[in-house]
């Protein structure tokens, strides 16, 4: 366990430690559970850093400066026990002192029940940027929604898919901090009124349901930070908890289902991240975030500076997605009929504040909602955004002149719906993309007629990761090998990162990094044995495709590239001299058949070479369940090979493929979102290409060119492995067979086979991957210097880099001395 590093310290720690065990958990070290002295020691880090997270308020407040609310639908944060300590500079005293205590540091910290109010990329990123934001003393308020459950938890039954309820607070969450005292109401429903009085038209909405907004507010700790930047998340309450009065009426029920109306707002966390669908209850989510978000906005900045007329001056709104797009008329609906401002004065001011990012350019994603729905729900908002559409489309004809095609296209309301994104692209004061990429994509596609007319809008930021988590935390012997080897501190400073250029060809250095590499492997091998009794072989290549399952990412096309080696290692049983072991771990949304069906193939194939004791000895495919943050930190750091494999231009950003770079793995991946800019900062020898290109993918969409058909006839590899889908081989799992998959890849659901490309990059991919494999098993000294540089141009990936970025193009914060 290494030398004391400061032995008073650890003794205080530890004392402390007992300390609490016994003063808030009434127990003693002796009889304590290790879920108690996760409490315990959690709750040891948490007294420092409330005084810490006090002071930074107050001095925030004290200086006045401009301050970002970062609203999302979604953080993915993962644990924080680790991290915190990390940050604090804590971490190695704490990992002694409950070793003193005889208890081992890793069992604890397992303890914690990861936060996962996130589907995926959007939330996490969410997360990533508020440790950055922190870091660099930015003074930020993160704003969403306490979900009481998180998303689901993965089970796999049988080789398929199963859900059950996250429910992550039920031992409770030491983080966060109740603050009744900040709650709003919310309204809903209702009718609208309008009065002329001698002060003009006044608005009153009558009739509503009310629904009581309470914030949670959890610190993110920054590194040798002393502004914490604050989380803080509504929940939902009812206004009366239990009304005695409706009891004694007799009306009992009715308040109760008044309760229900309300607390099911935050109940759980929509698990799709795939289709738009136009759920009340969603709707009823977005506008709670909205509303309970710009009501203390308004409120804190009255308090503070008297007058609203300078809001924009010392707020700014990013908005993630168009999840909280509703905060814009929500806000203009304040100002107006709460505040009186004119529609003229309040709109100038909304214009300077908010800025959106756009996540994805999948239509099928975008967020509309059903007028009526709407209208019933939301009835002021629904009149303010009419207004506000007007006034747009006026502007627009003045353009268009009367091209009406393009005017109901970028309209917020048509076809009988509410457009987000348009609401959002018309009012935002920046619009951006996350990946260079991604920006040129929004540009000249997804919003191309409104760039025509707004180009200085569009702006392009690559995403980022934060390199506390996922590299001190995830990889801590990466991280002390490469402090090492470097001046300054590269934790604070990301720019350090290159300077391991330097020991590319080191002989001790590459070993060094080898060995840890190893180490990883080892370590992700244990937890997988312990978690689901799979042993794996530490010595083969450990080929990994961890993200969401969806079509367009292609988990599909992995699998089939593994039967295409079953079917050669069963016609020549050394074709693969050193063993692969493909691991998975992906969620599919509930509802998203053809994604379960993908899980339910790589389980088929898995069983298939299983039963095969020549080829199991080769190839070895594990699917990791339930797939979060606590995992990817486990898993990524043991990956020799990235897959990022989507088809080009589908891929927003990506940001699980800077993960594994800055962990040294060598990737495979398509000309798509930022694996565009990895490929430009490692150079084209450290990466590995393949598969059509953007125009590519354009050209045979625009023009129709593509037949799957073709290249079936044409190859016969690929016809054997698409046969391998029905012709009995795969062992069945459910449903029989996998003929669906078959025939939507090659004659497709109405008419569109193979919509991702599949089968058209899969040849590509082959031969890409025979060059992959060859320099792992012929020229590994060539591996770990390509891995070596992978690591080392990996700073710019850091989420410190991305806010950075954010700050200069959008917010202009000053830091908070
Ligand atoms: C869409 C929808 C559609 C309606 C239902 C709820 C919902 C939730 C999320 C989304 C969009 C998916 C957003 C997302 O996670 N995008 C990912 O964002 C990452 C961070 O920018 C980026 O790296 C990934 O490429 C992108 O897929």
Request: glycine letters at 6%; charged letters at 25%; one cysteine or more.
């Given at each position: 366990m290494g030398t004391i590093i400061s032995g008073d310290r650890v003794k205080q720690i530890a004392a402390k430690i007992e300390h609490k065990l016994i003063n808030t958990l009434g127990t003693t070290l002796e009889e304590a559970a290790n879920d108690e002295i996760y409490k315990a020691t959690a709750g040891c880090i948490r007294d420092d850093i409330m005084t810490k997270w006090a002071e930074s308020r107050k001095k925030s407040d004290a200086q006045g400066v401009k301050k970002l609310y970062y609203m999302s639908a979604e953080f993915l944060m993962g644990r924080a026990l680790s991290n915190n300590l990390i940050n604090m500079e804590m971490y190695k005293d704490y990992r002694q002192a409950l070793w003193k205590l005889g208890i081992d540091f890793d069992e604890i910290v397992e303890e914690e029940t990861d936060a996962g109010l996130g589907n995926g990329g959007l939330g996490r990123l969410a997360a990533c940027f508020l440790d950055s934001m922190a870091t660099l003393n930015f003074p930020v308020i993160g704003c969403g929604i306490r979900y009481e459950f998180g998303l689901f938890k993965q089970k796999i039954m049988d080789g398929m898919q199963v859900e059950m309820e996250d429910d992550w607070l039920r031992e409770g969450n030491i983080w966060e901090v109740e603050r009744p005292e900040l709650s709003v109401e919310v309204h809903f429903n209702g009718y609208i009124e309008e009065h002329w009085t001698e002060k003009g038209l006044k608005i009153i909405h009558k009739d509503y349901n009310t629904v009581v907004a309470v914030p949670y507010d959890m610190p993110v700790i920054g590194y040798k930070s002393d502004t914490p930047a604050t989380l803080r998340l509504w929940s939902a309450r009812s206004k009366q908890r239990f009304d005695l009065h409706s009891f004694n009426e007799g009306i009992y029920d009715k308040a109760m289902a008044d309760q229900a109306f309300a607390e099911v707002i935050s109940k759980v966390l929509y698990p799709a991240d795939d289709h738009m669908q136009g759920k009340m209850l969603r709707l009823k989510q977005f506008y709670f975030l909205a509303s309970a978000t710009m009501q203390l906005m308004v409120k804190h900045h009255k308090e503070k500076k008297g007058d609203l007329h300078t809001l924009s001056d010392y707020v700014t709104v990013q908005i993630n997605d168009t999840h909280p797009t509703l905060a814009i008329p929500e806000l203009m609906r304040i100002l107006m009929d709460e505040e009186g401002f004119g529609w003229e004065e309040a709109y100038a001011i909304v214009r300077k504040i908010f800025n959106y990012t756009n996540h994805t350019i999948m239509t099928e994603a975008l967020e509309c909602w059903d007028e009526n729905m709407f209208k019933l729900l939301l009835p002021r908002i629904y009149q303010i955004i009419c207004v506000m559409n007007e006034k747009y489309c006026d502007k627009l004809r003045i353009y268009y002149g009367e091209h009406h095609e393009k005017i109901s296209k970028m309209s917020m309301i048509g076809n009988n719906q509410v457009r987000m994104a348009n609401l959002c692209i018309a009012v935002c004061h920046r619009v951006n993309g996350v990946s260079q990429l991604h920006g040129d994509i929004l540009k000249q596609q997804l919003f191309h007629d409104s760039y025509n007319l707004y180009p200085q809008k569009y702006i392009a930021i690559t995403n980022g990761i934060t390199h506390r988590r996922w590299l001190a935390l995830a990889n801590p012997q990466l991280c002390q090998l490469i402090k090492d080897h470097t001046t300054g501190d590269v934790l604070k400073d990301y720019r350090i990162f290159e300077q391991i250029l330097l020991f590319k060809n080191d002989v001790s250095f590459q070993h060094k990094y080898q060995q840890i590499k190893q180490q990883n492997k080892k370590r992700f091998a244990k937890y997988i044995e312990k978690k689901q009794g799979v042993v794996i072989n530490t010595d083969s290549i450990f080929d990994v495709q961890c993200k969401r399952m969806h079509e367009y990412k292609r988990q599909l096309m992995k699998c089939l590239h593994i039967i295409y080696l079953y079917q050669q290692l069963k016609k020549q049983p050394d074709y693969l001299s050193t063993p692969i072991t493909f691991i998975f771990a992906a969620k599919a949304a509930p509802g998203y058949a053809r994604a379960k069906d993908i899980i339910r193939l790589i389980h088929s194939v898995k069983d298939m070479i299983d039963a095969d004791p020549v080829i199991r000895e080769k190839i070895q495919v594990v699917f990791v369940e339930n797939y979060s943050v606590s995992v990817a930190e486990n898993l990524i750091p043991a990956a020799d090979i990235s897959e990022q494999i989507s088809t080009a231009g589908m891929e927003a950003s990506g940001t699980g493929n800077m993960k594994f770079m800055m962990n040294g793995a060598l990737t495979i991946g398509t000309m798509d979102g930022a694996n565009v800019e990895i490929f430009e900062q490692v150079g084209a020898e450290n990466i590995f290409i393949f598969g059509a290109s953007v125009e590519e993918v354009g050209n045979m969409k625009r023009y129709h060119t593509y037949n799957p058909g073709t290249v079936f006839e044409k190859n016969p590899k690929i016809r054997d492995i698409c046969n391998c889908l029905i012709d009995g081989e795969l062992p069945k799992i459910g449903k029989q067979k996998y003929s669906d998959i078959y025939q939507s890849l090659l004659f497709g659901e109405y008419g569109q086979p193979d919509q991702y490309f599949v089968l058209y990059d899969l040849p590509s991919y082959i031969e890409t991957y025979d060059k992959v494999y060859n320099t792992y098993v012929n020229h590994y000294d060539e591996w770990i210097q390509k891995a070596i540089v992978n690591t080392a141009k990996?700073?710019?990936?850091?989420s410190d880099r991305t806010v950075a970025e954010y700050n200069d193009k959008i917010w202009k914060l000053s830091t908070i001395k």
């Amino acid at each position: 366990m290494g030398t004391i590093i400061s032995g008073d310290r650890v003794k205080q720690i530890a004392a402390k430690i007992e300390h609490k065990l016994i003063n808030t958990l009434g127990t003693t070290l002796e009889e304590a559970a290790n879920d108690e002295i996760y409490k315990a020691t959690a709750g040891c880090i948490r007294d420092d850093i409330m005084t810490k997270w006090a002071e930074s308020r107050k001095k925030s407040d004290a200086q006045g400066v401009k301050k970002l609310y970062y609203m999302s639908a979604e953080f993915l944060m993962g644990r924080a026990l680790s991290n915190n300590l990390i940050n604090m500079e804590m971490y190695k005293d704490y990992r002694q002192a409950l070793w003193k205590l005889g208890i081992d540091f890793d069992e604890i910290v397992e303890e914690e029940t990861d936060a996962g109010l996130g589907n995926g990329g959007l939330g996490r990123l969410a997360a990533c940027f508020l440790d950055s934001m922190a870091t660099l003393n930015f003074p930020v308020i993160g704003c969403g929604i306490r979900y009481e459950f998180g998303l689901f938890k993965q089970k796999i039954m049988d080789g398929m898919q199963v859900e059950m309820e996250d429910d992550w607070l039920r031992e409770g969450n030491i983080w966060e901090v109740e603050r009744p005292e900040l709650s709003v109401e919310v309204h809903f429903n209702g009718y609208i009124e309008e009065h002329w009085t001698e002060k003009g038209l006044k608005i009153i909405h009558k009739d509503y349901n009310t629904v009581v907004a309470v914030p949670y507010d959890m610190p993110v700790i920054g590194y040798k930070s002393d502004t914490p930047a604050t989380l803080r998340l509504w929940s939902a309450r009812s206004k009366q908890r239990f009304d005695l009065h409706s009891f004694n009426e007799g009306i009992y029920d009715k308040a109760m289902a008044d309760q229900a109306f309300a607390e099911v707002i935050s109940k759980v966390l929509y698990p799709a991240d795939d289709h738009m669908q136009g759920k009340m209850l969603r709707l009823k989510q977005f506008y709670f975030l909205a509303s309970a978000t710009m009501q203390l906005m308004v409120k804190h900045h009255k308090e503070k500076k008297g007058d609203l007329h300078t809001l924009s001056d010392y707020v700014t709104v990013q908005i993630n997605d168009t999840h909280p797009t509703l905060a814009i008329p929500e806000l203009m609906r304040i100002l107006m009929d709460e505040e009186g401002f004119g529609w003229e004065e309040a709109y100038a001011i909304v214009r300077k504040i908010f800025n959106y990012t756009n996540h994805t350019i999948m239509t099928e994603a975008l967020e509309c909602w059903d007028e009526n729905m709407f209208k019933l729900l939301l009835p002021r908002i629904y009149q303010i955004i009419c207004v506000m559409n007007e006034k747009y489309c006026d502007k627009l004809r003045i353009y268009y002149g009367e091209h009406h095609e393009k005017i109901s296209k970028m309209s917020m309301i048509g076809n009988n719906q509410v457009r987000m994104a348009n609401l959002c692209i018309a009012v935002c004061h920046r619009v951006n993309g996350v990946s260079q990429l991604h920006g040129d994509i929004l540009k000249q596609q997804l919003f191309h007629d409104s760039y025509n007319l707004y180009p200085q809008k569009y702006i392009a930021i690559t995403n980022g990761i934060t390199h506390r988590r996922w590299l001190a935390l995830a990889n801590p012997q990466l991280c002390q090998l490469i402090k090492d080897h470097t001046t300054g501190d590269v934790l604070k400073d990301y720019r350090i990162f290159e300077q391991i250029l330097l020991f590319k060809n080191d002989v001790s250095f590459q070993h060094k990094y080898q060995q840890i590499k190893q180490q990883n492997k080892k370590r992700f091998a244990k937890y997988i044995e312990k978690k689901q009794g799979v042993v794996i072989n530490t010595d083969s290549i450990f080929d990994v495709q961890c993200k969401r399952m969806h079509e367009y990412k292609r988990q599909l096309m992995k699998c089939l590239h593994i039967i295409y080696l079953y079917q050669q290692l069963k016609k020549q049983p050394d074709y693969l001299s050193t063993p692969i072991t493909f691991i998975f771990a992906a969620k599919a949304a509930p509802g998203y058949a053809r994604a379960k069906d993908i899980i339910r193939l790589i389980h088929s194939v898995k069983d298939m070479i299983d039963a095969d004791p020549v080829i199991r000895e080769k190839i070895q495919v594990v699917f990791v369940e339930n797939y979060s943050v606590s995992v990817a930190e486990n898993l990524i750091p043991a990956a020799d090979i990235s897959e990022q494999i989507s088809t080009a231009g589908m891929e927003a950003s990506g940001t699980g493929n800077m993960k594994f770079m800055m962990n040294g793995a060598l990737t495979i991946g398509t000309m798509d979102g930022a694996n565009v800019e990895i490929f430009e900062q490692v150079g084209a020898e450290n990466i590995f290409i393949f598969g059509a290109s953007v125009e590519e993918v354009g050209n045979m969409k625009r023009y129709h060119t593509y037949n799957p058909g073709t290249v079936f006839e044409k190859n016969p590899k690929i016809r054997d492995i698409c046969n391998c889908l029905i012709d009995g081989e795969l062992p069945k799992i459910g449903k029989q067979k996998y003929s669906d998959i078959y025939q939507s890849l090659l004659f497709g659901e109405y008419g569109q086979p193979d919509q991702y490309f599949v089968l058209y990059d899969l040849p590509s991919y082959i031969e890409t991957y025979d060059k992959v494999y060859n320099t792992y098993v012929n020229h590994y000294d060539e591996w770990i210097q390509k891995a070596i540089v992978n690591t080392a141009k990996s700073g710019f990936f850091s989420s410190d880099r991305t806010v950075a970025e954010y700050n200069d193009k959008i917010w202009k914060l000053s830091t908070i001395k």
